[in-house]
């Protein structure tokens, strides 16, 4: 019998066990299917480890559980590390001063592809030849974007400052 036919027979023998065993103890069909399938890889990775008879089943209970362990240490680090995450994009997020609040408004009523353009140009201080390279355009059309972007956003900058003194705010 060759590897591939041991492991085959295995796997007939003991797909239903080992998916059952895996269902019970996880939260959805997706980590139920990744449990199955590490279990079943550590198989056909270690086939001359597997024992015969009713104790293959064991060894499979015991690499289905090993699995198991390791997928929920994994969402647990990832469910620190995302809450770290949050919390340090939380504290570094720019407060918009109340006297800026127009720029803000300006800006947001441009058109994606002007914004876009501002912002890796202000915000990331790249030339318009890097611009260009980022949003894949030649460097001549990307330096256009950008002069006729911040011509759009002068504009918007116009009608916000008309709109604060036609409300009476100064």
């Not at 995302?82 to 006297?99: C, F, K, Q, Y």
């Not at 441009?110 to 030849?129: K, M």
């Amino acid at each position: 019998m060759t590897h591939r036919d041991r492991f085959e027979a295995v796997y007939d023998a003991y797909y239903p066990a080992i998916h059952q065993y895996a269902a019970r103890r996880t939260g959805s069909p997706d980590d139920t299917a990744d449990v199955i399938s590490e279990t079943f890889l550590t198989v056909w990775r270690r086939i001359g480890d597997l024992p015969e008879g009713e104790e293959a089943l064991l060894w499979l209970y015991g690499v289905a559980r090993r699995v198991l362990a390791n997928q929920q240490r994994g969402a647990t680090r990832r469910a620190v590390l995302a809450e770290r995450l949050r919390a340090e994009l939380a504290a570094d997020r720019p407060v918009t001063p109340v006297e800026l609040e127009h720029v803000r408004a300006a800006f947001d009523e441009l058109r994606e592809r002007d914004r876009e353009v501002l912002a890796l140009a202000c915000w990331e201080g790249l030339t318009s030849d890097r611009i260009a390279k980022v949003v894949g355009c030649t460097a001549f059309t990307a330096r256009t974007r950008l002069h006729r972007a911040r011509k759009r956003l002068a504009a918007a900058l116009e009608r916000q400052a008309s709109l604060t003194i036609a409300m009476g705010e100064t």
